[in-house]
């Protein structure tokens, strides 16, 4: 493959921007070589500035649910911006954005619409601490929250270990209060409460964790943490900026029957634009400036044209049988693939959750973020670029998930799969 133009690309935004990149993760930093410059994208596709097209299992780190340029989404936004990119004043469309997430999501009953992830993330913290007048957060070894202060922080050795800030620039004294357990530990979380319950303003998890790879919450676990919370007074936040929509129309507290007390949203809730959301019970939303005392706002918030492609695609989701089609899809691919793995004699394993699945480059189980590291991250990165020279497109990174849309077909499948064999047969 020819990367010519996306070298050269790369050199001047190398001399610019940090990395050469706008965020971390596209920069090959895990994988080694270079990143390639996307010049369109269409379905399942992605094709770069140097002519070369890749089935693409990224999808835009997870908005484009429903395929790349769906034309449903172009005529939405099309539509839309030729009256206008923001006002500034109230529009309808975020109306009708909040009457969609509130319907498609019970325990949101009111939502507070962002720019990103991460302001869903960081504002619903400090709703917990406003709601509760506690301080004290947690949240889970290798689940990612966005890039807030708070959530900068890894485990110490043990659960009640004081947090450390793994980034410059997070103060101690705020790391200080964000605790980090183990992902699936029932123990770790009831010694946790049991010593330091009644401190803690809010619980923030990845109920499906998918910045650790993909891992998926042991039977009764989300319960557990259900309970803790409730028992301690601690406000119970599901992180549902990658799992939102996804793993089910109503996300991973459909999927497992979990009310949390409030929710992040982000991805697919934008369509492809900058977007975000937090929502919850009516008496904790109510709580919000200017109907409450904690403060909120964003110049460009609810903006109509990133509404637009976002309801766009929450309606094209809603379609009968679509998270349907999205796991069977997701399970066609991976069991090809651990076929293929098996074939070639190289130790595999994949999880997966509709829409979204881990590769391991070890035998399974994989549950703890443990086991998610002990994955063979140079073997991972030797497959990921004998995939990309096949003209497949894997999350760049050993520790990503990875995303399956409805536009990735029999035949995108059939692809992977058949480029698999040629590229295990290679890193075995
Ligand atoms: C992507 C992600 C975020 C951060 O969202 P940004 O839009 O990148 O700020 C937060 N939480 C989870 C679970 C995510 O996957």
Request: proline fraction near 5%.
């Amino acid at each position: 493959m020819n990367h010519a133009r996306s070298h050269d690309l790369f050199a001047r935004a190398s001399a610019l921007l940090p990395g050469g990149v706008n965020s971390p993760v596209r920069a090959f930093k895990s994988v080694g070589g270079e990143p390639f410059f996307a010049q369109r994208a269409e379905g399942a596709y992605l094709f770069d500035v140097d002519g070369n097209r890749y089935v693409d299992y990224v999808g835009s780190w997870g908005p484009m649910i429903a395929g790349h340029a769906h034309p449903q989404v172009l005529d939405a936004v099309a539509k839309t911006m030729r009256d206008g990119l923001s006002f500034g004043v109230p529009n309808a469309l975020e109306v009708t954005m909040a009457e969609a997430i509130t319907a498609i999501v019970p325990s949101c009953e009111m939502v507070r619409m962002v720019n990103s992830g991460t302001e869903a993330t960081l504002s619903a913290i400090r709703l917990a601490r406003g709601a509760t007048g506690r301080n004290r957060i947690v949240k889970f070894e290798g689940c990612y929250h966005g890039h807030g202060d708070s959530f900068l922080v890894k485990a110490g050795s043990g659960a009640l270990t004081l947090g450390l800030p793994n980034s410059p620039g997070v103060p101690g004294a705020l790391a200080d209060l964000t605790l980090t357990i183990p992902y699936n530990d029932f123990e770790a979380a009831t010694q946790l409460f049991d010593e330091v319950g009644g401190e803690i303003a809010g619980l923030i998890i990845e109920p499906i964790v998918g910045n650790a790879n993909c891992i998926l919450p042991r039977d009764g676990y989300l319960q557990h943490l259900r309970e803790l919370c409730t028992k301690h007074g601690a406000l119970l936040i599901f992180d549902e900026v990658m799992t939102g929509f996804r793993v089910a129309l109503g996300g991973a507290q459909q999927r497992y029957g979990i009310t949390p007390d409030l929710s992040t949203f982000g991805k697919i809730i934008g369509g492809g634009m900058p977007v975000g959301a937090f929502g919850g019970r009516r008496e904790l939303m109510s709580q919000i400036a200017p109907s409450g005392p904690i403060y909120q706002a964003g110049t460009l918030s609810g903006n109509p044209v990133a509404m637009a492609a976002g309801l766009a695609t929450l309606e094209l989701i809603r379609a009968p049988g679509f998270h349907d089609a999205l796991e069977a899809s997701t399970h066609a691919l991976c069991d090809g693939l651990e076929a293929a793995a098996r074939d070639a004699g190289v130790a595999f394993h994949t999880t997966r959750a509709p829409g979204m699945f881990g590769l391991y480059f070890r035998e399974g189980p994989v549950e703890s973020f443990a086991d998610a590291m002990a994955s063979d991250a140079v073997k991972f990165g030797r497959f990921f670029h004998a995939m990309l020279e096949r003209g497949v497109y894997l999350a760049p990174s050993a520790f990503e998930a990875g995303f399956v849309s409805s536009a990735h077909g029999e035949a995108e499948i059939a692809h992977t799969i058949n480029a698999a064999r040629a590229a295990f047969a290679e890193v075995a």
